[in-house]
């Protein structure tokens, strides 16, 4: 595939904008169908990023392919295509689009986050500090930041549209979508995170935590959808590195994440812009992800 132009923003002729979220737009095609774009924006600690990360969005919908061919065994997800020449005009026809455009099933969303966690880092670590545990769980004393857990818990989050998720109990999931699609998200979760995990360690990553969206097709069916263990959507680290105790060498957008921290910003819009060495490295880790994990160069 060749590299694309850096995408900010896109603009279809002849299809609706249902929304424009913090990193994809997304447009409808017909009743049963949308597309979604991913752009190269970025978001950090909830804002968006003005500087766009070159070919983020690429590798985000080819990454997301890539894995829900993998993983289509374990549930089915809402991919129809993510080859652009596939799909209608003027989608095909459009280079600014090659490569970042998935057309997907429609589904009604479930409006929550499916996290699953290996290691304790991220919320889970600030979480654990303050109370001992994650979202209900209670974990042994004395863990360091980044230690593997003994095995990997389930900690849904409440999905926002704007602000924080914030992370909740298994309980208080079950009350609000239901036992019987509580069991099965948890579960169809759980197996794709130990799948994914499985197959990224034996090439040199460790997904430390990722999270899963599900809708519901016309059929009642559940559908893995959105994007699925990218660098937006997981922490990777890179496993001949791993050493818990510390903050672990990433190819995803902690590295952003890092870099804003030694910032004199208080994390409220307008975020800063990144200095052109910070975008460069960052599109690199993307890269270099989508190239371990897949064994192809975008």
């Not at 970042?100 to 099933?105: E, F, H, I, M, Q």
């Not at 209670?138 to 593997?148: E, H, I, N, V, Y």
């Not at 490295?281 to 989508?290: K, N, P």
Request: glycine share 6%; net charge negative.
């Amino acid at each position: 595939m060749t590299a694309t132009a850096t995408l900010s923003s896109s603009e279809i002729p002849g299809l609706k904008l249902l929304h424009r979220g913090k990193v994809r737009d997304v447009y409808e095609v017909d009743d049963d169908r949308l597309l979604l774009v991913a752009t190269d924006r970025l978001s950090a600690f909830d804002c968006v990023l003005p500087t766009p990360i070159e070919q983020k969005g690429v590798v985000l919908t080819q990454l997301s392919a890539f894995w829900f061919e993998k993983l289509a065994n374990i549930i089915p997800n809402h991919l129809i295509t993510a080859n652009t020449a596939e799909m209608p005009e003027p989608i095909a026809g459009d280079p600014r689009l090659e490569g970042r455009c998935s057309l997907v099933k429609r589904t009604e969303v479930i409006p929550f986050e499916c996290v699953v966690r290996g290691y304790l880092e991220g919320s889970g670590w600030k979480d654990y500090k303050e109370t001992g545990g994650v979202s209900g769980y209670s974990l042994p004393k004395g863990l360091a930041q980044c230690d593997r857990l003994l095995e990997p818990i389930f900690t849904p989050a409440t999905k926002a549209v704007e602000g924080h998720d914030e992370n909740i109990t298994g309980l208080e999931f079950k009350s609000a979508v239901g036992a019987e699609a509580a069991a099965a998200l948890k579960a169809a979760s759980m197996k794709l995170y130990s799948a994914a995990a499985e197959y990224a360690r034996e090439r040199g990553i460790i997904i430390a935590d990722t999270k899963f969206e599900f809708g519901i097709d016309t059929k009642g069916n559940i559908l893995l959808i959105d994007e699925i263990l990218t660098p937006d959507s997981s922490r990777f680290w890179d496993a001949a590195k791993y050493e818990p105790g510390h903050p672990q060498p990433s190819f995803d957008k902690q590295f952003v994440r890092e870099y804003l921290e030694t910032l004199d910003w208080d994390k409220k819009p307008p975020a800063p812009p990144l200095p052109p060495e910070i975008a460069a490295a960052t599109s690199q880790r993307y890269l270099d992800a989508y190239f371990i994990l897949t064994g192809e160069s975008l």
